[in-house]
């Protein structure tokens, strides 16, 4: 079983388009993340929730929207693409202990804007 | 806010050689550290983990880490490289709250044959 998953793997899209990346935990986690990986492979983060709680919300785009519908679950969802979006947004979780516990990485999506 | 700093972006090694990958770390309080792996076109594999119990942290793949609050480093080490090893290592910190990582700019590593 895969601990964290996202979908799609792959999203090559026009710019101007709105498109979604689903992520799911079943690892039990209470905290989930969303990063985006540009191309010298830098990870920033983007947002955070703790119990389908918004508690990071780093400055981004508000074109860039997360949703959580339960704590296995965070969506992002992107409006009005543009090039610079083009990057690898990975969904990851972890557990809300005093940092004793490292966060669990989805395979990533590939999003390409053209 | 915490933050790592990873020294070399760029590291060559020859297979067979030790590999050192450098982080250093910035904090006001007792951090929780961590060495992840990117393998090309995947997610980031743990490694390993500090959680301030031994200070040589042992981790997969006959890696490991010293932490040294002196030097606030957590320098990445493995005896022997193998070709298996190439890929991109990112150093990391977790703040007390545990719900927030914060990563280096990681370090490619490429083995030589």
């Known amino acids: 079983d895969t601990a964290v998953s996202q979908t799609p793997k792959y999203l090559v899209t026009q710019m101007g388009n709105d498109k979604s990346i689903k992520c799911e935990q079943n690892?039990?986690?209470?905290?989930m993340y969303w990063y985006k990986q540009d191309s010298k492979k830098f990870l920033k983060i983007m947002f955070s929730?703790?119990?389908?709680?918004?508690?990071i919300n780093e400055t981004v785009p508000n074109r860039f929207s997360p949703k959580s519908p339960d704590k296995a679950h965070l969506n992002l969802h992107i409006n009005s693409l543009e090039l610079g979006d083009s990057a690898v947004y990975f969904c990851?979780?972890?557990?809300?202990?005093?940092?004793?516990?490292?966060?669990?990485f989805g395979q990533g999506t590939r999003l390409t804007v053209v | 806010a915490q933050s790592v700093t990873q020294l070399g972006s760029h590291v060559s090694v020859s297979e067979g050689a030790l590999v050192l990958l450098r982080c250093n770390y910035s904090?006001?309080?007792?951090?929780?550290l961590f060495w992840y792996v990117q393998y090309p076109n995947q997610g980031l594999q743990l490694l390993l983990k500090y959680t301030s119990a031994a200070t040589l942290v042992k981790g997969i793949n006959g890696f490991e880490a010293e932490f040294k609050k002196s030097e606030t480093s957590f320098h990445l080490t493995k005896p022997s490289a193998h070709m298996s090893d190439a890929a991109e290592y990112f150093c990391a910190v977790s703040e007390s709250t545990g719900n927030q990582f914060y990563f280096g700019t990681g370090t490619s590593l490429t083995v030589i044959p």
């Open positions: 690892l039990g986690h209470d905290t």
């Open positions: 990851a979780s972890s557990t809300w202990d005093r940092g004793h516990t490292e966060a669990f």
């Open positions: 929730y703790n119990n389908k709680e918004l508690i």
């Open positions: 904090s006001s309080v007792p951090p929780y």
